[in-house]
């Protein structure tokens, strides 16, 4: 994790909102709203790993979707330091509003924000060979074409631990950890400053996962990348990331340093995610909290504490009040009304933080 930081912020989220329309009926009209991602703030500086984290369906893919525009905000303000011109020419850094920016700023903006996809079988075209694949960025945003493409090709291709006669064959004769390094090759052949890592291990085997991780923290120091790494499994976001912010329905809930989470959990559904992270000291037994109930529908999420009906620490104000997001000191905040008073179970000092344990 220790990777070079500086105290600029790159990207500067407030209030991001995105709801997704539920129609019904004949006519196809809006009765109500999904709502995947309902106002988060975050800001992520340069060349640090920020995770995202939370149960399948708290909105965090949809919230690292959404700060890269690919599904566009319903509101909010995303705040990025490019150092492209519109057109892709490299100036001096400015601040943009990714939300309000035109079309050409936004392929502008493409080169400097990129994403690394979960699937690494599903988002590359099976039909395509890695050469072209990885290639194609340069294409498209008219970077390169002929032998300066294929060089910039082969040294990405390099750079990621493949060979240069890979660039000939197709997706479906590599393995899943190669098939992940040509998606990290793909995000990478562009220079960006920031990348999406969208659960970029979830769907490979435990030994690989580490392999992976291990790169994307080489490439992290190689080319001063800035991480927005999402994950469900808080052993591999504990690894990688520097600070992290935990998600339930749609709202982040908790952000602090890495140690500082795990340490002094100070939100009751951190606490129950840090509880299942096993403990590698088989002389050190922790209280496993399970947690009652489903997930309520992010149409209708509760009132209040989107977590009440889960929580063991509710009280009466918890339904009728949503928590303020605060700052408790030394940048870890925190929505619950209790936060100063409760003193939660941390996790034991000597995990390990290595991948393949418990998911959230
Ligand atoms: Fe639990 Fe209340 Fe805090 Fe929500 S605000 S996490 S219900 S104690």
Redesign the pocket.
């Given at each position: 994790m220790a990777v070079a930081q500086s105290d600029t912020v790159l990207l500067d989220v407030k209030g991001l909102v995105k709801h997704f329309p539920v129609r019904k009926g004949s006519f196809r009209r809006v009765k109500a709203a999904v709502k995947a991602v309902d106002g988060i703030d975050l800001f992520i500086r340069e060349g640090e790993t920020l995770g995202l984290v939370g149960e399948s369906g708290c909105g965090k893919t949809t919230a690292g979707r959404s700060i890269l525009r690919l599904v566009e905000p319903t509101k909010g303000e995303i705040v990025f330091r490019s150092r492209r011109m519109a057109g892709g020419t490299a100036g001096e850094a400015r601040l943009v509003d990714v939300v309000k920016a035109s079309r050409s700023e936004l392929k502008a903006l493409r080169r400097d924000m990129q994403i690394i996809f979960q699937d690494p079988y599903s988002s590359l075209n099976p039909r395509m060979t890695v050469g072209g694949i990885v290639g194609e960025p340069l294409l498209v945003h008219r970077i390169a074409r002929g032998e300066e493409r294929k060089k910039r090709v082969q040294d990405v291709l390099g750079a990621v631990g493949l060979k240069p006669e890979h660039m000939k064959r197709y997706p479906h004769e590599f393995s899943g950890g190669q098939r992940q390094r040509i998606g990290i090759a793909r995000a990478l052949v562009l220079d960006p400053q920031l990348v999406v890592c969208d659960e970029p291990v979830s769907a490979l085997d435990v030994s690989i996962q580490a392999q992976v991780l291990n790169l994307l923290e080489d490439l992290q120091r190689e080319f001063g990348l800035t991480y927005l790494f999402v994950a469900h499994n808080l052993s591999v976001v504990k690894h990688i990331s520097s600070r992290v912010a935990v998600m339930y329905l749609g709202r982040i809930?908790e952000l602090a340093s890495t140690e500082r989470l795990f340490a002094d959990p100070k939100?009751?559904?951190t606490e129950a995610l840090v509880s299942a992270v096993p403990v590698p000291d088989p002389d050190y037994s922790v209280d496993r909290i399970i947690l009652q109930g489903d997930v309520p529908s992010p149409v209708s999420p509760p009132p209040?504490?989107h977590?009440?009906p889960r929580?063991r620490?509710?009280?009466d104000?918890?339904a009728k009040d949503a928590?303020l997001y605060r700052d408790l000191g030394n940048e870890h905040f925190v929505?619950?009304?209790?936060?100063d008073e409760?003193h939660l179970q941390p996790i034991h000092d000597q995990t390990s933080g290595q991948p393949g344990g418990a998911a959230a």
């Open positions: 809930v939100h009751p559904y209040g504490c977590f009440h929580c620490y509710a009280v104000v918890c928590p929505a619950c009304h209790r936060a409760l």
